[in-house]
């Protein structure tokens, strides 16, 4: 089975600094997607950016951007510029790539991030 | 209009009751899904459905039980409540790219 971990319950950025959060995971597997989730204090939870892991370049939406390290199994999310906006618990989670799976997330604990002004 | 809906946003209820929380999608997706978040547990998978006719447990579905009344609607149903199921509920639909959330139901039990 497969999981991921976020090892960091708590984060903490300037407003306009640029700030890192981790995630590792632990799969047999060589072909999945990973994902990042943002979920702010509304709780609806919105899809920051997407990887494939056969794709070696990393992807980048705007001021985010991931630090994929296929061989090392970690996901890295990078925040530049940061905003307030910005501030929300951040979920990283895991999908197989295999028909015979059922799609479903695999979600690590989350991470809470604060920005301070 | 949200994509996918959830019914009601927030519940409260005493233990022991019957409670049956409503999903729809207009995305026009067979994958269904309900997982439930606590805090410092992440989403956890209770129950995925494929079709009208193809319903699976999750990894937590104890408790519970789905009804997927057509394409477009999953239902959850606790049959007896119990205070350790206070948590929030989220429904979501997928296409082969990402999962679609609805916005939740915050459950608590008493």
């Known amino acids: 089975a497969q999981t991921v971990t976020q090892s960091q319950p708590e984060m903490s950025v300037q407003e306009a600094e640029t700030v890192t959060l981790s995630c590792t995971y632990d799969?047999?597997?060589?072909?999945?997607?990973l994902f990042w989730y943002k979920q702010p204090p509304s709780r609806q939870m919105i899809l920051v950016i997407r990887q494939e892991a056969y794709k070696q370049q990393n992807a980048t939406e705007n001021r985010f951007s991931v630090n994929f390290q296929k061989a090392a199994k970690s996901f890295s999310l990078k925040i530049s510029d940061s905003q307030l906006g910005d501030a929300a618990m951040y979920f990283c989670?895991?999908?197989?790539?295999?028909?015979?799976?059922?799609?479903?997330?695999?979600f690590g604990k989350g991470i809470t991030l604060s920005v301070r002004p | 209009d949200a994509d996918v809906t959830q019914t009601p946003r927030n519940r409260i209820t005493k233990t022991g009751k019957r409670i049956m929380l409503e999903c729809s999608q207009t995305?026009?997706?067979?994958?269904m899904y309900w997982y439930r978040q606590d805090p410092g547990l992440g989403l956890r998978l209770i129950y995925y459905s494929f079709d009208v006719k193809d319903i699976n447990k999750g990894e937590i579905s104890d408790g519970y039980s789905v009804s997927r009344q057509a394409q477009a609607k999953f239902s959850l149903s606790l049959e007896s409540a119990i205070p350790n199921q206070t948590a929030l509920y989220f429904c979501?639909?997928?296409?082969?790219?990402?999962?679609?959330f609805g916005p939740g139901t915050r459950l608590t039990v008493t």
């Open positions: 979501a639909t997928s296409d082969f790219r990402e999962q679609y």
């Open positions: 989670a895991y999908r197989s790539e295999y028909t015979g799976a059922n799609s479903k997330l695999t």
């Open positions: 995305k026009g997706h067979d994958r």
């Open positions: 799969t047999s597997e060589s072909d999945y997607y």
